[in-house]
């Protein structure tokens, strides 16, 4: 016996890249025996090999498989793509109606034109003789006139109802090509069980359905008065299966389905080789068309070994929208390598493929605020803050959004990136720039020595750098400055450091400089070096100021 069972979405995993969708429904077996309880509505892009099905019902009741078939609908089956092609229809009539109204404006306005040239024509033959009087015609021009305004006014005002609902039909049509109104058709899936008695039965249906996703996101609102950051864990998820989810109990996991589970035996072989050179194409004659131009050379500077400074300073701030309501918290769990976060309550996605921001939860960090300077990278210095994941859990990357406590209210700084962060482990956060922190960096000094040159045929270049940073905080402020020196990559061109002041606190291999040091309210302080670059006078260098 075939029995159709109406089912809802309870529960639903949200993986990086999709999910697993778990429905649930009760129908009364009138009888043991064989049934075929049908289940329809599935979106067709789930994957089919991830279709599974359990149950609950009398003592001695088997599942003896479950079969997958297809559903062909002229229009989707679901109640939101069903209102949209609705209100895609009324907007279709409506643009009709306002056609023909504006087809019986244009029959209207011709009408008036014949009326005013057929009276003008009657009127001057009876003035002419004497069956009419002049007021007559100033009668007729009144009228004429008033007509006209008014259907000038209404044809207007037609044309400007005519734009907004062609304009919002547009709109709908593009929401139903977001939804996937394309693809009506739907699976079914039709559950064979076996009941050893009357009764009523649940039958739980599971697969996996691509279209879905969740990513972290990250506020941070800076209390430097109070040596702490607070930070706000969010989940902004998107899905586009063709299904709602409606008032269902949501997790969001960090495994990866689709990752693979089993590495090759052994690595691919590693080869090394001999190059061999490309032929060199023969010449071409080449035609001239007009005065030929000398080709420029443009050497691009040697990219330096600062890859250090570049990953510890922050990204480019950009703007993004501010999140006012407090987000409620959610349960965090272990499976495996894996990390879930349990919202609570039901929770409503649309399947509308738009961010929807569900809380996950918050922490107070207490930190070590100072400032860095890498001029050389990027303008100004940046409040840095040094913690300890103290969340009790794994922080995922995410975008991160910094927000500075003040009187008026928390400021929107700009946004981040934050790294993977192992529970109980070391964080670095950057908070933005700060404008009491002035930092300028300067070419001091460019001079070619061209005594040397004639000489000795060595080219000598003098270079000196300036930076100056200012305080002007009410409170003594820690900074480290960080900068670099040139790298010679070749044996024929030398560096010589002439000076460095102060002498910096390290100094790497590959010549990249750091200063700590500690500013007082209204202090200012200068760092300079100068140093000497070496080379034969017929070398062209590339990468000098």
């Not at 001239?288 to 300073?313: K, Q």
């Not at 020595?449 to 905080?473: C, E, F, P, W």
Request: glycine share 8%; charged share 30%; aromatic share 4%.
């Amino acid at each position: 016996m075939e029995r159709d069972v109406e089912t809802t979405i309870q529960v639903v995993t949200v993986y990086p890249d999709r999910a697993l969708v778990e429905r649930a429904g009760t129908v009364a077996i009138e009888a043991a025996g064989e049934h075929a309880l049908r289940v329809r509505g599935l979106p067709r892009s789930l994957f089919r090999e991830s279709l599974r099905a359990t149950g609950r019902g009398p003592a001695g009741t088997r599942i003896l498989g479950i079969e997958q078939e297809s559903e062909i609908h002229e229009a989707p089956p679901e109640e939101t793509l069903r209102a949209l092609r609705e209100e895609i229809s009324r907007l279709q009539r409506a643009l009709e109606l306002i056609a023909e109204r504006q087809k019986i404006q244009e029959e209207q306005r011709g009408w008036l034109r014949t009326l005013g040239e057929w009276s003008a024509r009657s009127l001057a033959r009876g003035i002419a003789g004497g069956t009419a009087k002049p007021d007559d015609a100033g009668t007729l021009f009144t009228y004429t006139s008033a007509e006209a305004d008014r259907l000038a006014e209404a044809r207007i005002e037609m044309e400007r109802r005519r734009e907004e609902t062609q304009r919002e039909l547009d709109a709908r049509n593009r929401e139903l090509r977001e939804l996937g109104g394309a693809f009506p058709d739907r699976l079914a899936a039709v559950v064979r069980i076996q009941a050893a008695e009357a009764g009523e039965f649940e039958v739980r249906l599971s697969y996996l359905v691509p279209g879905a996703s969740w990513e972290p996101r990250y506020d941070a609102r800076v209390d430097k008065e109070g040596s702490r950051v607070r930070l706000t864990q969010q989940a902004l998820v998107s899905q586009r299966t063709g299904e709602e989810w409606r008032g269902v109990a949501l997790a969001l996991s960090t495994a990866q389905p689709a990752a693979a589970m089993t590495l090759p035996k052994e690595p691919d072989p590693w080869y090394v080789d001999v190059v061999t050179p490309r032929p060199v194409p023969p010449p071409q004659p080449m035609a001239v068309r007009g005065p030929v131009m000398a080709r420029s050379m443009v050497t691009a500077a040697p990219a330096m070994a600062y890859g250090a400074v570049a990953e510890e300073m922050a990204a480019d701030m950009m703007q993004a929208k501010m999140v006012d309501a407090a987000l409620a918290g959610a349960d965090i769990e272990r499976s495996g390598a894996a990390q879930i976060f349990r919202v609570p309550g039901g929770v409503d996605v649309p399947s509308d493929g738009m961010p929807h921001t569900l809380g996950l939860g918050d922490a107070d960090l207490p930190c070590r605020f100072d400032y860095v300077a890498a001029p050389v990278l990027a303008p100004g210095a940046h409040l840095r803050a040094e913690a300890t994941n103290t969340t009790g859990g794994v922080l995922l990357p995410g975008e991160l959004h910094v927000f500075h406590a003040g009187t008026a209210g928390d400021e929107y700084i700009g946004a981040t990136r934050l790294d993977l962060t192992a529970e109980n482990a070391d964080i670095t956060l950057y908070l933005g720039v700060d404008d009491n922190m002035p930092v300028k960096r300067e070419l001091a000094e460019r001079d070619t020595d061209k005594a040397g040159l004639l000489k000795q045929g060595i080219r000598r270049v003098t270079i000196g750098y300036r930076v100056t940073l200012g305080n002007r905080t009410g409170a003594a402020q820690r900074i480290t400055l960080k900068d670099r020196l040139p790298v010679p990559r070749s044996e024929r061109i030398k560096l010589n450091v002439l000076e460095i002041k102060p002498s910096p606190a390290t100094r790497t291999r590959l010549e990249q400089l750091a200063w700590e040091l500690t500013l007082a309210p209204g202090e200012e302080r200068r760092v300079e070096w100068r140093f000497t670059i070496e080379a034969p006078g017929d070398l062209e260098l590339a990468g000098l100021p």
